[in-house]
């Protein structure tokens, strides 16, 4: 297969950073272009940018509407004239409360960054999707976007934000399906990323029991990444609309 252009966002850390390594180690023919809110956050990318002339970093914070506005220019000064694949991924997970115990802007923010964001981004991509033929979306979500979900845990804001977005890459796919387009949300398995420790920290001294449980069912970035281009790569018209996961199983919305 001849090299594909993605455009990653969030790709300094995490399941982002992964990505951009796994998928620019693939193929020299592949181009990366990744985003990250600031080069200070970025060391380890630009680093691997050093060593793969395809990864191609711009500045982009998700929930700033001024940033998104800079997309196009940015995308334009690299010369890229059309992205294969959209892998939106930037993503907080900031707030273990429950419903009574969580203030407005922690569900703003969620929304924000998680939902609107993704959203917003996706706008100023498409016309870069439509001058290919691939079109493949993809939006990183989680099982706790789901509501027959059974996390041990109170996922609250998280959990809307990924519940909308889940509502927002089923809509689109509807939207989009007479220009072929595959819209999908992912969950990329738990992961044990910094966010994910951020997020389960508070358990550490208030439920270790459960910390421990959950941290040795954490996949490492690797694996995750491996599974989720494997279900990318795979992905046919007919997925379009799927809720899957890393392993390519349908989950329940
Ligand atoms: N880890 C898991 O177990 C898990 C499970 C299910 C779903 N997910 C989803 O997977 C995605 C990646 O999560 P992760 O675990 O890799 O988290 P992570 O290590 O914290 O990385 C998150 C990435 O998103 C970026 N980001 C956050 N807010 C942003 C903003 N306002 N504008 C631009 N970029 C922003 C971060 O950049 P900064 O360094 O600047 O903050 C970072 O690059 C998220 O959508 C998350 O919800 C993760």
């Known amino acids: 297969m001849s090299g594909q252009t993605y455009f990653i966002t969030g790709g ?14 693939a193929s020299d023919k592949n181009v990366i272009i990744t985003t990250t809110r ?50 939106s ?37 498409y016309k870069y999707l ?4 691939t079109r493949k979306v993809i939006f990183i979500s989680s099982v706790a976007g789901s509501f027959s979900n059974t996390l041990p845990l109170d996922t609250t804001a998280y959990g809307q934000s990924k519940v909308a977005l889940n509502y927002s890459a089923v809509q689109l796919s509807k939207e989009l399906v007479s220009e072929n387009f595959i819209v999908i ?17 508070p358990l550490v001294a208030a439920r270790p029991e459960l910390f421990a449980n959950i941290k040795d069912l954490m996949l490492t970035p690797e694996e995750s990444v491996k599974g989720v281009i494997s279900v990318i790569d795979g992905l046919e018209p007919k997925d379009s609309g799927i809720f899957y996961d890393y392993k390519g199983e349908a989950l329940p919305f």
């Open 12 to 25: 300094n850390k995490g399941i982002g950073f992964e990505l951009v390594t796994q998928l620019s180690k």
């Open 89 to 125: 991924n930037a993503g907080i997970f900031a707030s273990l409360d429950p419903i009574l115990k969580t203030d407005a802007d922690v569900f703003l923010r969620h929304y924000t960054v998680n939902t609107l964001g993704s959203i917003l981004v996706f706008q100023k991509v």
């Open 38 to 87: 600031s080069p200070e956050r970025a060391k380890k990318l630009y680093e691997l940018a050093t060593k793969f002339t395809n990864i191609h970093v711009i500045d982009l914070d998700v929930g700033d509407a001024k940033s998104i506005d800079t997309i196009e220019a940015q995308l334009d000064k690299i010369g890229v004239k059309g992205i294969d694949v959209f892998i």
């Open 130 to 133: 439509l001058a290919k033929e």
């Open 185 to 201: 949300p992912l969950h990329p398995g738990a992961v044990y990323t910094e966010s994910a420790q951020v997020s389960l920290a």
